[in-house]
């Protein structure tokens, strides 16, 4: 049996009336098979260079055409371009050619677009093959342990994509991620094509599609606010170079945590430039413990409690905005379809509660890092992530930490966080909410913590000076339980605040008798104002 390889350019001529005999002979010689190889022109004659150094043998035109020893094995036996294969084909099988240069040229153009539509076919559908690049970062963090199981779930990315997980930290750590990445194999997800462990920081995040950033231990020891500032700016430089380098074009960055969140954001922003849009700082974090908090109080769950929007620094200085918080299915006096909902604030007739109880609780559990384990930083970063690529609940607002573009009042060029919504692969700032106007002196007393934060780890500013508010009240102290954020001065946690903002002017002070009476005035000078 004879056996042809004609491979060729795809925009050569010869090449055209080769294959074309060679088709000839295939369907009239019942032991006559040929095998076509068609290259880009771009790639040709590399390709070529290189089987012929394979091979030894010498040629340098298009086509190249060699007989496989299909009976002996080894390397096949060269013929040569078109005219040693036409002088084969009259010699041993009495067939020549007659194909007119017009033709040939017609057949070559053809050659060339049918592989060009070939490849380009072949990368969609490589697309739809090739598994979701996932790189995790301090994978060595027990919010990790969590959030694998989550992403490998289906529930995250779509039961129709495959992903790959990466787990990046540094070489002290290796044997824990190894472990981890054998635990996960052990859950025989079907969603899971691989997961891998990297320490090299020039290897990470090639070709990442997805980054979860982390929290990150400093190497030094940090004994000022100042110092654990400048401490992050470092790996915020390197991780940003990285992901301009290594990355896919659309890469998605979302940097969770419990200390400096907004100002890593911040930093990544700074130092990839060009993926700024598509990096964000998870504060689902902060609003489920704010829901949680309500739906202990209503005695309900908190799942049924919505758009709580909470603003300014996730890991620190932040309001909670309870003017659009509706809760549903709650059981009272009024009761409606499943779409029906109430206003928190005419349910939660204590406003004692509210400014004081309510605030020292979210207050306590940001400063001293209580409560954000690593089962609700996980759960955090996938829901946010799973809001990303399949768009948020219809109607709903999230809170989203973002880069600041002037909007509600917020200064330019500070990760704030602020009600968005998720839609078609992105996400939306929310500025046609109406009334949740938020005044100068608030507005002033959360963005001074992120803006001096910036500028101390830029070197603008030396001190770091907390922003003082006329009103203030201390809370309990930190506990050793985060030595982490123990580093960080106490002068920073015990400016961590949080007050619920509530309709402008108004606080709900009795109850409405299910007949939504409006809810009596409180002047600015007897709203409290919290700092911890």
Known sequence: MAKFVIAGRADCPYYAKAELLADYLQKNLPDFQTYKITQHPHVWEKWLKDLCEENKWSHQTSP????????????????????????????????????????????????????????????SLKDLI??????????????????????????????????????????????????????????????????????????????????????????????????????RVPLCRLYGYLLEQNAHDSVRVVVGGKTFVNLKAAML????????????????????????????????????????????????????DLRKAKVYRYESAIWG?????????????DSEWINREFV????????????????????????????????????????????????????????????????????????????????EQIMTRITSDLIQEKLVALGDLISFQPYQSEVERTISPATSDDQENQNVSDEHKANTQFDPIQEEGKDVVKPDDSEGKPVEQLTDQNRPTTKA
Not at 296 to 310: E, F, H, Y
Request: charged fraction near 20%; aromatic fraction near 8%; proline fraction near 4%.
């Open 269 to 320: 922003m700074r130092y990839a430039p060009k993926l700024a849009h598509n990096i964000v700082a998870v504060a689902l974090g902060v609003e489920g413990q704010a829901k949680a908090t309500l739906a202990r109080k209503l005695k309900t769950a908190s799942s049924s409690i919505k758009d709580v929007i909470i603003w300014g620094n996730i890991s620190g200085n932040s309001y909670v």
């Open 130 to 231: 090739d598994p979701l690049q996932v790189w995790i970062t301090s994978a060595a963090a027990p919010a990790c342990y969590s959030l694998i199981p989550i992403l490998a779930s289906g529930e995250v990315f779509g039961v129709n994509t495959e992903i790959s997980i990466t787990l990046f930290d540094n070489k002290q750590t290796e044997k824990i991620l190894q472990i981890l990445a054998t635990e996960t194999q052990d859950l025989v997800s079907p969603f899971l094509r691989s997961i891998s462990v990297c320490t090299r920081a020039e290897d990470a995040f090639r070709q990442a599609h997805v980054v979860v950033v982390l929290d990150d231990p400093t190497d030094q020891e940090v004994c000022s606010l100042e110092d654990s500032i400048r401490s």
């Open 64 to 123: 190249i055409i060699w007989r496989e020893l299909l009976d002996r094995g080894g390397k096949g036996l060269l013929l040569g371009g078109y005219n040693e294969f036409l002088e084969h084909a009259q010699l041993y099988y009495g067939v020549t050619s007659s194909m007119m240069t017009k033709l040939m040229k017609t057949i070559a153009q053809e050659n060339l677009q049918t592989l060009i539509e070939t490849e380009l076919e072949k990368e």
């Open 360 to 439: 020292a609780t979210l207050q306590d559990l940001v400063s001293t890092g209580k409560h954000f384990g690593g089962m609700l930083a996980a759960h955090s970063i996938a829901t946010t992530l799973k809001y990303w690529y399949h768009g948020s609940p219809p109607g709903e607002i999230v809170s989203l930490g973002v880069l600041s573009e002037g909007q509600f009042g917020i200064p330019e060029g500070i990760v704030f966080s602020m009600p968005v919504k998720f839609e078609n692969g992105t996400w939306v700032v929310l500025t046609d909410l109406q009334d949740i106007e938020i005044s």
């Open 337 to 349: 379809p499943p779409d029906f909902s109430r206003p928190i604030l005419s349910l939660v007739f």
